[in-house]
């Protein structure tokens, strides 16, 4: 399927004759899976060392590892996050005491606060080259694999020697945009600039189309590079690097204007307030509510509900809604739907340009042609999370890449960020869209990078704060989709997550859960995700005792990666209990190597 026809009816529309959206390829229909956890018998059993220091595994009854392997037994596995000898056997001294020195000086506020200016000056006082190398040894160096595809072979192959893969992800330089809509999806000025307030993540901006193509070369040149410098790679996208926002402003509105719909429904029918999936609507009362609403005849109504299986059971879910607004539908004409906001009748759709088409098609066929190359070059895409009124697009967009390239394995993943109110609805609809249809779900869950900026641009524009309350609120939200995932994962071992979290009270709580599963590291259905030059100690004792494992591995030239140099000194900062935590562990090893007279310790692989 080529993305060019995803939806062709978004670029055709218009307030007299909206167009139909085409979305997806099958009918949905079937009941929710059952959410229970299996019970796991039998009290704590002593665990008992086993040859390397860092692993520790108890013989306990492997619980339904595989359907046709009941019987077996595995090893319940735990990780010494404290063991630094295991941590850092990878490290030599010098890269110990850059480590100390880096979030050393992300601990004065001087500093970070006015990191951007302070390097701009070093620049003019040492000169590019002086300033360049002092970089490589001290934030470049820390955070940053090299300079091209070429330069960071080495790091990558000795992190792999070592039990860690890598996400591969080129930083490039971006241009500021501005464009305008309406409330939450308009492009506010002050907000132009969507790094303002962002501490953790990369943002691009739309310039032009070549723009857009040079940049699709990036994200190609670096999937060619993960093929071809690791085993199992990722390669990490940005979907607002590969066309115009305002693409994606627009379908993020309409698909979340269709959510919306859906529930004013729901709670007219008194289901409001449950769960994305729970909420199933009465066929008949749904035709007469939509009757009365004025949004069709009663013909064309009565025919939006007599497809293949849509309706069968007498009641309609979010995905079969969804699918509503596919092409395969009788759905022709879907002209307005409520305001939720102002009760009026409104256009689903607002009119493309002829431009606007063509840049949708455009950037569409990017997408398209990342995908195929990921597949060709033995890569997995993993489609990075951005700003909640642009992310409906994205995760739409990237179901869509997920319904074809993920059939026999996971090749595309889908990141969700756990900061925000509706990420385990996000997360159990797609999960169960994947399972009807028998597609392979791969995931990233992280906390969020957008928090700060997210907030102030809510109060500024006037919409609810998409952001959970506080922390606590946000880990329990990171830990509900976790759960909700590995459950599906011991299910039917069609589902995939990467753990990306700096938290190791998560990683332990995701370790404790597949022991009770029986799930097996060497299944590699979860996998652990760190970013380069940052907790080391969670990353390296995971890879060695055999899971899965990934630190982020950004690359480019110094003076483009500044702006990532500067985020990572404000995320270090802000995670101060953290750092102080790897502080102390990497004196710790360093006085180890010290008192047994490793002074010029090197790796050996």
């Not at 950037?363 to 700003?387: I, P, S, T």
């Not at 779900?441 to 919409?463: H, N, T, W």
């Not at 907790?535 to 950004?554: E, M, N, R, T």
């Amino acid at each position: 399927m080529s993305y060019t026809k995803v939806i062709p009816g978004l670029v055709r529309a218009n307030s007299d004759n909206i167009k139909r959206i085409c979305l997806s390829q099958g009918r949905f229909r079937s009941t929710v899976a059952s959410k229970q956890r299996k019970e796991v018998e039998g009290g704590k059993e002593e665990q008992q060392l086993v040859e390397c220091t860092v692993v520790k595994a108890v013989q306990a009854d492997l619980i339904s590892q595989t359907k046709n392997n009941t019987d077996a037994q595995t090893r319940k596995i735990a990780i010494d996050f404290d063991n630094t000898h295991e941590a850092y056997k990878s490290k030599d001294n010098i890269e110990l005491l850059r480590s100390l020195l880096v979030f050393k000086l992300c601990t004065f506020d001087l500093l970070v606060d006015k990191n951007k200016e302070l390097m701009d000056l070093s620049k003019k006082v040492f000169g590019k080259r002086l300033f360049e190398r002092l970089m490589k040894m001290t934030f470049y160096g820390q955070f940053v694999a090299g300079e091209d595809h070429n330069s960071i072979k080495p790091l990558i192959h000795k992190n792999q020697a070592f039990g860690v893969g890598s996400v591969l992800d080129y930083i490039v330089s971006v241009i500021p945009s501005v464009d305008h809509r309406e409330k939450k999806y308009k492009a506010h000025r002050q907000f132009g600039d969507r790094r303002g307030g962002v501490v953790s993540a990369r943002t691009y901006f739309y310039a032009d189309e070549a723009k857009c193509d040079a940049q699709m070369e990036t994200f190609l040149n670096c999937i060619k590079a993960s093929g071809g410098a690791s085993v199992d790679g990722f390669s990490a996208v940005k979907m607002t690097a590969l066309g115009r926002p305002q693409f994606l402003l627009q379908f993020s509105e309409v698909l979340v204007k269709w959510r919306r719909f859906f529930n004013l429904l729901a709670a007219q029918q008194g289901k409001s307030g449950m769960d994305a999936l729970e909420q199933k609507l009465e066929l008949e009362q749904l035709k007469e509510s939509l009757t009365k609403l004025g949004v069709g005849n009663k013909d064309d109504i009565e025919n939006w509900f007599t497809g293949e299986k849509l309706g069968s059971s007498g009641t309609i879910d979010l995905l079969d809604w969804n699918s509503l607004i596919n092409d395969r539908t009788k759905i022709s004409n879907l002209l307005v739907i409520p305001n939720v906001e102002n009760g009026q009748l409104e256009p689903l759709l607002r009119k493309f340009t002829v431009e606007e088409e063509k840049q949708m098609k455009r950037m569409l066929q990017r997408v398209d042609v990342l995908a195929k190359h990921a597949v060709d070059n033995g890569v997995r895409l993993m489609v990075d999370a951005e700003q909640t009124y642009f992310q409906p697009a994205i995760s739409r967009l990237t179901l869509e890449m997920q319904r074809i390239f993920n059939r026999e394995k996971p090749i595309i993943f889908n990141t969700y960020q756990c900061y925000l109110k509706e990420a385990y609805d996000n997360v159990s609809v797609d999960v169960e869209l994947s399972r009807r249809e028998g597609w392979y779900f791969g995931a990233k869950l992280v906390r969020g990078a957008y928090m700060y900026q997210e907030r102030s641009r809510a109060e500024e524009i006037g919409y609810e704060d998409p952001i959970n309350p506080d922390y606590e609120a946000t880990n329990r939200m990171y830990h509900k989709c976790l759960e909700f995932v590995l459950e599906e994962i011991d299910h039917n071992r069609k589902a995939n997550v990467m753990v990306a979290s700096h938290n190791e009270d998560t990683v332990k709580f995701t370790l404790g859960k597949m022991n009770e599963m029986g799930l097996s590291p060497t299944e590699k259905k979860v996998y652990f995700g760190q970013l380069l030059g940052m907790c080391d100690q969670i990353s390296f004792p995971l890879g060695q005792a055999g899971f899965p494992v990934y630190k982020y591995v950004p690359y480019g030239p110094v003076n483009e990666v500044i702006p990532y140099l500067s985020r990572r000194a404000l995320e270090n900062r802000g995670f101060m209990k953290g750092s102080q935590r790897e502080r102390s562990l990497l004196w710790k090893e360093l006085k180890r190597r010290l008192l047994n007279g490793q002074i010029l310790y090197k790796p050996v692989y």
